[in-house]
């Protein structure tokens, strides 16, 4: 898992783990090989111009129309053509349908189009073998206008399904195709980026566009991110800071340690994020199959009863069967086949422009029925940046520096917020501190190691109450009260010092808080801290339900609890500490910028760590929901109209639907499905 910082006290020293991952993703889509829409389309147009010229509409002579001797072999022969080529992606996507036991978009557009063309054929047989007196009609006209409509539709929707990617090329495009590699003699080579390694030495100039994760081993410079992590001011990073592939360089020459090639590469995983979003079916997309599904059932028995119906009432195949072809062309329900797909996309990509990552689709919908949202304090409410306020040693024989010496030797393996502020502030006070032996983690609690031999240990409050040492019980409420974070530090028998740490509450927290609540949500605070701090900071945002001294499994049987009341539950976390509980919650936030985001157990990433982008993430999944259901009324009410109206239940008032109307009435229910789709905004 990619992990960002752990909740800060209650394990405070996990160290962060990078396994990487190779996405594979399917692309689960009707047109994914049935051709090129757009070739066809004007191919096909070649075709049909003909037939339109040389055939009737309906059985009525339009303005244009003329015929001559042959004329109509030359539509027969033209109208084949079209109906094997043009008709082959509805041919083949209805086979596949049908192989799968599930009738859809596609059977019903084949459907139409064969009923169209084996009805023609039959109509020719009868106009110039049969002895048969009168004329019947043919349908070469409504074939070619049919399947140009269904091309055109087809075309419209793969090029909006396929700009919905383009957030995707856009990251793509930011990393550069080749890389100025440092050699072993320190020449410079530029190799292609396919071939760079792991632990390669990359030199990366002013304005150039950073080739790979890495970490800096010489230089020093600003970074632009913007693009990579949505964050606008550049940022300052100098010797053994980490930077994102795909990043621009700012005003220095920088030498980069490469940390990840390839698939592991951040961009490369918010890519395949991105990608596997948009290809993810949503129940709601299923609904949609399921409705095409009734709707091809609808469709046929219309078109048999109607058949029927008219056989009996005139006894004429003629009419019966133009009926049938009218049904089965009018009922093809593209409009509700773009219904969902377009809205998604629409939303994947606007999700990916704001910094949020979609990776399951299935939480847009949850969200619409989230009852509570349990937030981690550290690094999600708080920044994550901690200064030291005051230490103080207990110990007769160790100064306060030497004190801040053992914490600062112990912290100095650990990359934790908290050790980094301890570190950092040793080093402004320019205390020396040792290498320290044997340090390990001591789950929910701190760390443990020796330093010159002898053994130490970093603790909660909590460890020290569970553990029977004495402690100065007025200092340590005085310090927690003031919202610090407070750690001991004890030998085998006592507690010998005590340093505290405070953190800034972001300034969109208490903006987000308060939004939560006009939603009706219920803000809840789960954190590793202890109860003095988290109350102070849960008092300062507006946060009435608080859980401090959490043990990692603490908050995910907390999460269980309120689901087993039967209510929905958001959770918002940062790190490996939270993974448990971004798994068990009905959806998981993973918040973090940069490299570590949380890939594995969130549901939505939100790539800037900006609390608002939770507010962002609600209601982008309220206007997606609404335009989905829009879109599925519009897809659907139409061929609810439509179908009757072509089997000719209004005929005794002279109201009949042709094929051609149908299938003008059909587009431009495509587009009104298509334009709403493109009408979801987030602001």
């Given at each position: ?29 009707h ?56 008709g ?14 599930k ?18 054929l ?20 409504e ?54 390694e ?28 913007s ?6 001011k ?58 095409a ?62 910094g ?19 937030m ?11 200064s ?71 603790t ?68 590793g ?14 946060i ?140």
């Amino acid at each position: 898992m990619l992990s960002n910082i752990e909740e800060h006290h209650h394990d405070p020293h996990e160290h962060r783990s990078h396994e990487h991952h190779d996405h594979h993703h399917e692309h689960d889509n009707h047109a994914h090989h049935h051709g090129n829409f757009k070739v066809k389309f004007f191919v096909s147009l070649i075709f049909a111009i003909p037939i339109m010229i040389l055939s009737p509409m309906m059985g009525v002579q339009l303005p244009f129309q003329f015929t001559f001797p042959g004329s109509d072999w030359i539509v027969l022969i033209l109208a084949t053509i079209l109906f094997f080529y043009g008709g082959q992606p509805f041919l083949s996507g209805a086979k596949d349908e049908m192989a799968s036991k599930k009738p859809g978009m596609m059977t019903l557009v084949a459907l139409g189009i064969s009923v169209a063309y084996i009805y023609s054929l039959y109509a020719f047989y009868m106009n110039h073998f049969s002895h048969a007196t009168g004329h019947t009609m043919d349908f070469f006209w409504e074939l070619a206008t049919l399947i140009l409509i269904m091309l055109l539709g087809h075309w419209i929707e793969m090029n909006a399904v396929g700009s919905a990617g383009d957030a995707l090329k856009k990251m793509a495009a930011l990393l550069p195709n080749t890389a100025m590699k440092v050699t072993d003699d320190d020449q410079r080579e530029e190799v292609n980026i396919a071939d760079i390694e792991m632990d390669d030495i990359v030199e990366v100039k002013a304005g150039e566009s950073i080739p790979t994760d890495g970490i800096i081993v010489r230089g020093e410079t600003a970074i632009d991110e913007s693009l990579v992590t949505g964050e606008s001011k550049k940022v300052q990073k100098k010797q053994h800071d980490t930077v994102i592939g795909g990043s621009i360089n700012g005003n220095g020459t920088i030498q980069v340690k490469v940390t990840a090639v390839g698939e592991a590469g951040y961009l490369s995983q918010v890519m395949g994020l991105v990608n596997q979003a948009q290809n993810d079916k949503s129940r709601a997309e299923l609904l949609s199959d399921k409705v095409a599904g009734y709707l091809f059932y609808f469709a046929v028995s219309v078109g048999v009863i109607a058949f029927i119906a008219w056989m009996l009432i005139q006894n004429e195949i003629d009419f019966a069967l133009e009926r049938l072809v009218t049904v089965l062309v009018i009922a093809c329900p593209h409009a509700l086949g773009l219904a969902i797909p377009l809205v998604t996309a629409r939303s994947t990509s606007i999700g990916a422009h704001h910094g949020l990552i979609i990776k399951n689709r299935a939480a847009i919908e949850t969200a619409q029925h989230i009852d509570y949202v349990m937030m981690d304090k550290t690094g999600t409410l708080t920044e994550g940046n901690f200064s030291v306020n005051h230490y103080e040693s207990f110990h007769e024989d160790m100064s306060d520096d030497g004190v801040l010496s053992l914490f600062a030797s112990l912290e100095s393996q650990s990359n934790h917020p908290l050790a980094t502020g301890i570190v950092t502030f040793a080093q402004s006070k320019n205390i020396a501190y040792t290498q320290p032996q044997d340090v390990q983690n001591i789950s929910g609690v701190g760390l443990e190691g020796k330093v010159g031999g002898q053994s130490y240990k970093i603790t909660n409050v909590s460890y020290l109450e569970q553990n029977g040492f004495d402690y100065d019980q007025a200092l340590f409420t005085k310090l927690a009260q003031q919202g610090n974070s407070i750690s001991y530090l004890i030998d085998e028998t006592q507690v010998v010092g005590i340093i505290a740490q405070g953190d800034q509450i972001k300034d969109s927290s208490k903006q987000m808080v308060t939004d939560l609540l006009a939603k009706g949500i219920t803000p809840v605070m789960l954190t590793g801290d202890n109860q003095e701090v988290a109350e102070a900071v849960a008092k300062e945002l507006g946060i009435h339900d608080v859980h401090a001294q959490l043990m990692p499994e603490d908050k995910e049987s907390i999460i269980k609890a309120y689901q087993s009341k039967g209510k929905k539950v958001m959770m918002v976390g940062d790190g490996i500490n939270d993974a448990p509980s971004l798994i068990r919650s009905d959806i998981g936030i993973a918040i973090g910028a940069g490299t570590d985001v949380a890939v594995d157990s969130g549901d939505i990433i939100l790539v800037k760590s900006n609390p608002t982008d939770i507010i962002h993430f609600l209601t982008l999944s309220n206007r997606t929901m609404r335009k989905m259901i829009q879109n599925l009324w519009w897809g659907a009410g139409y061929n609810i109209v439509a179908v009757p109206l072509a089997a000719g239940i209004l005929a005794s008032i002279g109201l009949i639907l042709s094929p051609a109307v149908g299938a003008i009435l059909m587009s431009l229910s495509t587009v009104i499905v298509a334009i709403n789709a493109f009408t979801l905004k987030l602001k």
